[in-house]
């Protein structure tokens, strides 16, 4: 079918899969906390607090190596939405391949409930008693 | 699928036949509502079409009395993925100082294009074409922002890159 941007979802599916094959490669050979050419955080550069994304990358690589505990000392909320997330991504597949709606109606509240996980867990992790 | 004549003279559709059970439930279609079923050529009473017997005889008058003509009073409705996307698209611009706004100008990307096909493949139900284009916008300039930045780190960081390598 014409697709988003004219692709066909068989070629969303090889490009979108060539580039995540391509990070996690890279993550799994390159341990982040050993290499400097990853990108770094500017908000912890500037404030020296914790972004709700930092330690994204050193928790994957983590994660690949399959050290699960040491993977949710660096990004808890990384870990715990990847499930979620690749579940985001196979419904849109999902929709656009057979034209029929997965899991219903989208609804803003799913964006703002997210919106607001990520904003507690940045300020959560940035507390000495919850995270030290 | 059906396609339906509203009252106003515009056509609404092609929707599915729960849609239309809907419409009838919600008043804005009823037996004197024309319908146009997918593939043929003339159009038809809904009271007519044996499929939307059961929900017209749920909320039809009582006998005698002859039922108003509603028409489907559809107002377009702001496609909920475009809302999504133009936040995401101003978040991605704001918050773009964390993690180089990533994830949010991807999925205001991704949102902003998915609300932008919906609405052009229907657009007299959904509107919110002017908030997926805006998100759309916004995103790609985020990516802009992080490139520059992503740059600008790279280089402000090149001399400890090469002390590294030169260590190895």
Same mark, same amino acid.
């Given at each position: ?10 070629? /969303?599916?090889?490009? $979108?899969?060539?580039?995540?094959? !391509? *990070?996690?490669?890279?993550?799994? %050979?390159?341990?982040?906390? +050993? ?41 808890? /909320?990384?870990?715990? $939405?990847?499930?979620?997330?690749? !579940? *985001?991504?196979?419904?849109?597949? %999902?929709?656009?391949?057979? +034209? ?33 | ?168």
């Amino acid at each position: 079918m014409e697709g988003v941007a004219g692709l066909s979802t068989k070629w /969303l599916v090889l490009i $979108s899969g060539s580039v995540a094959a !391509l *990070g996690a490669a890279i993550l799994f %050979w390159f341990d982040p906390s +050993q290499y400097a050419f990853y990108p770094h955080c500017i908000f912890h550069q500037v404030t020296g607090y914790l972004c709700p994304g930092c330690g994204g990358l050193r928790a994957i690589h983590q994660l690949l190596h399959g050290n699960l505990a040491s993977a949710w000392h660096f990004n808890a /909320l990384l870990v715990a $939405s990847l499930p979620l997330l690749s !579940l *985001g991504g196979v419904v849109i597949l %999902w929709r656009r391949h057979f +034209q029929r709606p997965v899991l219903g109606e989208f609804r803003l509240a799913w964006l703002w409930s997210g919106l607001a996980v990520i904003f507690v867990f940045g300020i959560l992790r940035n507390v000495s008693f919850v995270a030290p | 699928m059906y396609k339906i004549l509203g009252g106003d003279g515009r056509e609404y559709g092609p929707v599915a036949a729960d849609v239309i059970r809907q419409w009838i439930a919600e008043g804005r279609a009823n037996a004197q509502t024309k319908v146009l079923p997918e593939g043929a050529t003339e159009w038809k009473l809904l009271g007519g079409v044996p499929e939307f017997m059961g929900a017209l005889g749920t909320v039809l008058a009582p006998p005698g009395v002859p039922g108003p003509i509603v028409a489907p009073a559809i107002a377009p409705r702001n496609n909920p993925l475009a809302i999504a996307g133009l936040v995401l698209g101003i978040l991605a611009l704001t918050l773009g100082i964390c993690c180089y706004g990533l994830p949010f100008n991807v999925a205001g990307l991704i949102f902003s294009i998915i609300a932008l096909v919906q609405i052009n493949k229907d657009p007299q139900t959904q509107s919110g074409k002017g908030m997926a284009i805006a998100g759309l916008i916004l995103s790609i300039l985020s990516f802009l922002l992080a490139a520059l930045l992503l740059i600008l780190g790279l280089a402000l960081s090149s001399s400890d890159f090469l002390k590294k390598l030169q260590n190895m």
